[in-house]
């Protein structure tokens, strides 16, 4: 029998995550959830409506998940003074390598 309200651990298996994802979305407030003294305590039917209302479930796809980092390795690597010319060197070699996986 499902609990009405739960605590870390059941709500994690409950939606299939780590415990580690669960603290990580109720401290940037992207979950609803109740703190009690030290500890979380979650309602099912918020938690269903957030689910609902969420699209956690669906990644997005490589390219974009690449894009993302890669911009921010940009960034970060022309902080550190690394040419442009080896960065999208490095971009292409794995780019590459990707489309071979796929």
Known sequence: MLKSVMNIEEVAEYLGFSTKKIYRLVET??????KIG????FIRGAIDSWLQNKDILIKQNWSQRLDLVL??????????????GD?????????LGNSENN
């Open 29 to 34: 407030n992207e979950m609803p959830a109740s």
């Open 38 to 41: 030290r500890q979380y305590r």
């Open 71 to 84: 911009g921010k390795m940009r960034i970060n690597a022309t902080e550190a003074n690394i040419k442009a």
């Open 87 to 95: 960065i999208e060197r490095e971009i292409k070699q794995v780019r």
